[in-house]
């Protein structure tokens, strides 16, 4: 029924698919972002279980939608075609991190009553939209990937794991903002269309780069689950595990893992 209504929307040629695929997960960071009008004080447990979730869903969609198909799509070679774009993935993504200096903010807390913005809130801030903005890469790389191998099915399970992702970053980059003293509305809108923007020319590109040759697939296909993975280990995890709330993060990583099954094989 997903697929049908897609196609519908979207057509059939496969970056076309990768471009509605690309607003639908820029449009789901902006409503994560314009969270925080309602959830007007998340608590870090809250943020760190949202959190988690999320890195469940990339986790999953990582082996089922990427590394798995594009194996078993490289045929006899696929193994050693994915295994070297994971590598590459990985590699980009930690140079990526010496070129950003990884910056943790605090997004909980009491918001200040004078609501000025100093330099010292905004260095760091600006740093983390960033970071975030550069992770954010392989995401949309991933999406563009699997619409572009032809395989819609694949494609909407990574756009609907991407998707389900960007709501807690989302989040988590606008309540960094209101807590550095920006507008509640306004910055959180601009965050969210900031950090998640980047993900519709990487859509275009993965899915432009995999119908032009074929034989890229399996390679593109390993690089996006490498980008991915490295944010889940490098980022995601210890961020969530570094405030006591360890457990909660961990059963928001097997409900995400459980719910992004759940999705792969119905869409199958």
């Known amino acids: 029924m997903l697929e049908s209504w897609f196609l519908r929307v979207a057509g059939s040629d496969p970056v076309m698919q990768a471009f509605v695929a690309g607003v639908v997960i820029a449009a789901l960071n902006l409503l994560g972002a314009l969270l925080v009008v309602v959830w007007r004080d998340p608590s870090q447990r ?135 003293g920006f507008d509640r509305t306004t910055y959180a809108a601009l965050t969210g269309i900031r950090a998640g923007i980047v993900e519709i020319p990487m859509v275009l590109v993965g899915a432009w780069a995999v119908s032009l040759s074929g034989a890229l697939l399996p390679y593109a296909m390993g690089f996006a689950a490498g980008g991915m993975l490295f944010v889940i280990s490098d980022e995601i995890v210890p961020e969530t595990h570094s405030n006591g709330n360890e457990r909660v993060a961990t059963l928001g990583l097997m409900l995400g893992v459980v719910v992004m099954l759940y999705l792969d094989v119905s869409l199958a």
């Open 46 to 180: 809250s943020l760190d279980g949202a959190l988690g979730f999320a890195a469940g869903v990339m986790l999953a969609a990582s082996f089922t939608s990427l590394i798995l198909p594009g194996i078993e799509f490289g045929g006899q070679n696929g193994l050693i075609e994915v295994i070297v774009g994971i590598s590459l993935g990985v590699l980009l993504l930690d140079r990526a991190d010496r070129w950003v200096p990884h910056v943790h903010v605090l997004i909980t807390g009491r918001q200040r009553s004078d609501q000025t913005v100093s330099e010292a809130d905004l260095a760091p801030l600006l740093l983390f939209i960033v970071a975030i903005t550069i992770h954010n890469m392989p995401e949309g790389l991933a999406v563009g990937v699997g619409f572009g191998s032809g395989n819609v099915a694949e494609g909407l399970s990574l756009m609907l794991a991407i998707g389900m992702q960007n709501i807690p970053e989302g989040l988590a980059v606008s309540v960094a903002a209101v807590n550095a």
